[in-house]
């Protein structure tokens, strides 16, 4: 739109040619047969329809024609209105992608720290159930060994490996619930769960559904 608003506000010139045929070829006029001295009619302009077509067919009277025009707009005031305006549209376009691009870019970004972080809080709460559940060994075998006579400790540390398996439950859900947040912000959520357009369309299914084999603390870093 831009280039045709500018187009407007520059000379324009046109030329053109026309080339045509025509015909000459009628009825004698009565007044002429009775003019005295005037001769006798030319027969190849005499004659019908029929005569007239052979006569354009033929290009007996051509005629041929050509020139060209010139205009040059002075102080054309809508033609610049709109391509100001045209100018505009296109620097706010412009504006709004480059906006939009940051804003992806921000998402991705706020997306892998958020990925990180989960991932971090995952592996903080692997190891602490872990620590717990050795904890809860050492108990046992200081009270089966007679270091301990009061069970207080050995429940205690039982108690403490529920609370963190809860919670490693729970860090676990939040990584997963990041890295789908994290797929779709980079636009792989088809990819990474196999989905193909092409089998959705067909309303078929090449391969049988399946759970990922790999935990989110056995696989790699993101």
């Known amino acids: 739109m831009e280039k045709g608003s500018k187009n407007a506000l ?3 010139l046109s ?28 027969p190849f302009f005499v004659g019908g329809y ?3 077509l052979g006569q354009i067919f033929r290009r007996n009277f051509p005629n041929y024609s050509a020139g060209f025009s010139l205009s040059i707009p002075i102080r054309n005031r809508v033609a610049q209105a709109d391509y100001v305006t045209d100018q505009l549209q296109r ?3 412009e504006l709004q992608l ?28 692997v190891n602490t159930r872990v620590l717990a559940e050795q904890t809860v060994v050492a108990e046992q075998n200081r009270f089966n060994f007679g270091e301990a006579t009061d069970t207080t400790l050995v429940i205690q540390a039982q108690r403490d490996v529920v609370l963190d398996q809860s919670g490693e439950v729970t ?7 990041a890295k789908i947040l994290f797929d779709q912000a ?16 067909a309303g078929q299914v090449a391969r049988p559904s399946s759970l990922p084999a790999v935990l989110p603390n056995q696989g790699a870093r993101p």
């Not at 691009?101 to 709460?125: G, H, S």
């Not at 860090?171 to 619930?177: D, K, L, Q, S």
């Not at 980079?186 to 369309?201: C, F, K, P, R």
């Open 186 to 201: 980079i636009g792989q959520t088809l990819e990474v769960n196999h989905i193909s357009m092409d089998e959705a369309v």
């Open 15 to 42: 030329a053109f040619v026309d080339v045509n045929n025509t015909g000459l070829s009628g009825p004698i006029n009565p007044l002429y047969t009775a003019c005295p001295g005037c001769g006798t009619p030319d």
């Open 98 to 125: 480059k906006r939009a691009e940051n804003q992806v870019r921000l998402d991705v970004k706020n997306a892998l720290i958020n990925l990180q972080q989960a991932r971090a809080r995952y592996e903080t709460a």
């Open 10 to 12: 520059l000379p324009g």
């Open 171 to 177: 860090a676990m859900a939040n990584y997963t619930h």
């Open 91 to 93: 620097r706010q376009t």
């Open 50 to 52: 029929g005569n007239l």
